[in-house]
C-alpha cells in the first residue's frame, strides 16, 4: 500500500506543475479527488478577486455609461435647440407672409361692412405704415436721383475738359 501512495503524491506533483494548461488539453487523472485546483477562467473576462475589486469595476463601468449618457443627451439637447430655432423662423416667416398677404388682398378690396372696428383700425394702421415706408423710400430714390445726376454733371464737365485739352494739343502736334 506504501507503493499506491507514493504514486499518487507523484500525480498530484504533476497536475500542480501542470495547474495552468492550455484550453482543450486533457488531464490525465484517474481519481478525479485528486485533483486539488479546479477553477476555469478565460483571459477576456477576468473575475474580480475581491468584493472590493468588484464594486470598482463596477463603479468604472458606470462612470463610464453616465459620461456617454451625458454626452448623448446634451448632443440631442443641441440638436432639439437647432430644430427649435429653425420651427421658430419657419413660424415667423410664416406670419410675416400672411401678413403681407392681408395687406395685398385688403389693397384690392374694401373693407366689409361686417368688419368689426378693431379690426378696420388694424388694417387701417397697417396701411399708414406701409404708406410711410413708401414715402421714405420715394424720397430716398429722389435723393439717390439727384445725388446720381450731380455726379453725372460732374463727369460732362471733366470730359469737356479732357475734349478741349485733347484739341489744344492736337495742332500743335501736326506743325
Not at 420715394?138 to 478741349?164: A, C, F, G, P
Request: hydrophobic residues 30%; without cysteine.
Amino acid at each position: 500500500m506504501a507503493r499506491k501512495y507514493i504514486e499518487r503524491n507523484d500525480r498530484l506533483q504533476d497536475s500542480v506543475d501542470q495547474s495552468k494548461r492550455s484550453a482543450g488539453e486533457k488531464i490525465d487523472v484517474q481519481d478525479a479527488t485528486d485533483v486539488q485546483s479546479r477553477s476555469i477562467t478565460f483571459a477576456k473576462y477576468q473575475r474580480p478577486r475581491t468584493p472590493t475589486e468588484a464594486t470598482q469595476v463596477m463603479a468604472k463601468e458606470l462612470t463610464s455609461t453616465v459620461q456617454d449618457t451625458g454626452q448623448y443627451i446634451e448632443e440631442v439637447k443641441t440638436h432639439m435647440g437647432k430644430q427649435m430655432s429653425t420651427i421658430n423662423k419657419i413660424k415667423a416667416q410664416k406670419e410675416e407672409f400672411d401678413r403681407e398677404l392681408e395687406l395685398l388682398q385688403f389693397g384690392n378690396q374694401t373693407p366689409k361692412a361686417d368688419s368689426h372696428v378693431d379690426e378696420m383700425k388694424k388694417i387701417r394702421g397697417e396701411l399708414v405704415e406701409k404708406k410711410r415706408f413708401e414715402e421714405a423710400n420715394l424720397e430716398r430714390l429722389s435723393n439717390h436721383i439727384m445725388i446720381t445726376k450731380k455726379q453725372v454733371d460732374q463727369y460732362q464737365i471733366l470730359i469737356d475738359e479732357v475734349d478741349n485739352k485733347i484739341k489744344k494739343r492736337s495742332p500743335r502736334s501736326q506743325n
